[in-house]
């Protein structure tokens, strides 16, 4: 891996307030986004997925947007919550025919400010 | 139970010892990965299996690097000769064959001295 790695980008935001995680993915050919949210010493959880063929998707106070121009991928988390604190990874389906063999990010921390 | 499960959670070895890590997916689900995890960074993609058969094992580092899935539930993955750079957490997920989501296990914690 790469050790730029070792230093995740975080975000630090108020309880309460919107955040905004963003992701810039690799493979124009992807079919298939997801975000995973990991806490310490924990898999990665699932949140929410987007395909190609959609550019926005809501959860529950969770939104995917997908910009295909660009190649980003933006998670947005509604009133965040401490709960919310974590790693969020998103990550792409390159191999695309339904293998859903992911390929993740490096990764945001998230902090949440009571 | 209902989630993958994964055993042990804890391994310490030293280098050059022989391990195997266990995935027990939730059932019925059809595609099971193995992923590994360093410190920091995202989870890498190591191999998945439809069913009993290695559908893709392109992300295996090298020879000393297997995995099965006998009967097309429980899988191993089998470390020969570890190194030190083996350590790393190892991460199985299954999916059914209807969506993408993969389900995650907690991971076992692989440390080689």
């Known amino acids: 891996g790469e050790s730029v790695g070792l230093h995740l980008p975080t975000l630090s935001v108020q309880e309460g307030d919107n955040s905004i995680i963003n992701c810039a993915y690799s493979n124009s050919a992807s079919d298939y986004f997801i975000w995973y949210k990991q806490e310490s010493g924990k898999g990665p959880q699932f949140i929410i997925d987007?395909?190609?063929?959609?550019d926005k998707r809501q959860g529950q106070r969770v939104t995917v947007l997908l910009n295909k121009t660009v190649k980003h991928l933006s998670l947005q988390i509604a009133a965040t919550q401490p709960g919310d604190s974590a790693v969020y990874f998103c990550a792409e389906n390159i191999r695309g025919a339904g293998s859903y063999q992911l390929t993740f990010g490096k990764g945001t921390k998230l902090s949440v400010i009571p | 139970g209902a989630g993958v499960s994964q055993t042990p959670s804890n391994k310490v070895t030293e280098k050059g010892k022989y391990v195997e890590l266990r995935c027990d997916p939730i059932s019925g689900h059809t595609a099971l990965y193995w992923y590994r995890q360093s410190l920091g960074q995202g989870p890498e993609f190591l191999i998945y299996f439809q069913g009993t058969g290695a559908a893709d094992d392109s992300g295996l580092p090298n020879d000393r690097f297997f995995a099965v899935r006998p009967e097309g539930s429980v899988s191993t993955l089998k470390i020969q000769r570890t190194e030190r750079g083996d350590s790393a957490v190892y991460l199985c997920?299954?999916?059914?064959?209807?969506?993408?989501?993969?389900?995650f296990g907690e991971g076992s914690r692989l440390t080689v001295l």
């Open positions: 997920a299954s999916r059914t064959g209807v969506t993408g989501e993969l389900f």
């Open positions: 987007i395909r190609s063929n959609m």
